[in-house]
């Protein structure tokens, strides 16, 4: 094994950002309190209500919890590179921050799909749906994503860290992603390039054919619904769901399957979206105009108030 001849890397993140870095600087340190707070939220309402113990909402916390690791993964150090307009970071850590993030995106994906299939038989077989989604089925499908995701994270890790290293160390984004990590690298990379787009055929694009699927199949059952207030009822189950996968899965394929390596800052913007954005909205979009997130955190609330007195 050689040994490399950079130890560290520096991120340039946003540079020239002048009078903006302070107000850029405080807009990222509000989202990523309103991200923690809002997906703890969400977790916390649903261990201790009674209400939401369905398995939408089962799922709606796990995606919270994803959310959770990929913010507190990206957002602290992204601060410090817009405060400081850049940093400097160990090798290893590099490729360990990649790594932590291609799962929790993994997970994610795998995850969207999963509560995709769940509206489908909700919408499409409701007759079926208490007999197939049920809590173990809820459990199982969790405890595989995790086991998908470990594994491909291993495996990545194991490809990269048998790569020579020599330079330049310097990455053109807030983060450590995957093509700017190997263009460090002196090695050969075709070999982890065909793995990863292996891995991304099956925690990206499947998962994303599942979805379109599932959604065809909703969108036509929906329509087959004689009454305007039934058709209504029916997509108001899914539509959160199917504006998060919208801007989740819209800003990923853009940056990972029609790459705009030419454009780096069209690439960062767009890489905002679904490392610093999606998981602010998430929260959001699922409790908003949700009746029973409502009623739970008013009971909560209640609750509170009872116990003070």
Known sequence: MYRNNITSVILLGFPNLQNFKIPFFMLLFIIYLVTISGNLLIMILFLLSKNLQSPMYFFISQLSLFDILLTTNILPNLLHVVLYEGCTMSLTGCIIQFNFFATSESSECLLLSVMSYDRYLAICSPLHYNSIITHMFCVKSIFIIWLLSFIMMVIDLNSMSSL????PNVIDHFYCDFEPILQLSCSDTSIIHNQTFVMIVLAIIIPFIIIVMSYAYIVFTILNIPSFTGRQKAFSTCSSHLVVVSIFYGTLIIVYVFPTRQFWIIS???SLFYTVITPLLNPIIYTFRNKDFKE?????????????W
């Open 296 to 308: 739970a955190f008013d009971n909560i609330k209640h609750i509170n108030i009872c116990m003070q």
């Open 268 to 270: 960062k913007i767009l």
């Open 164 to 167: 020579h290293f020599c330079g």
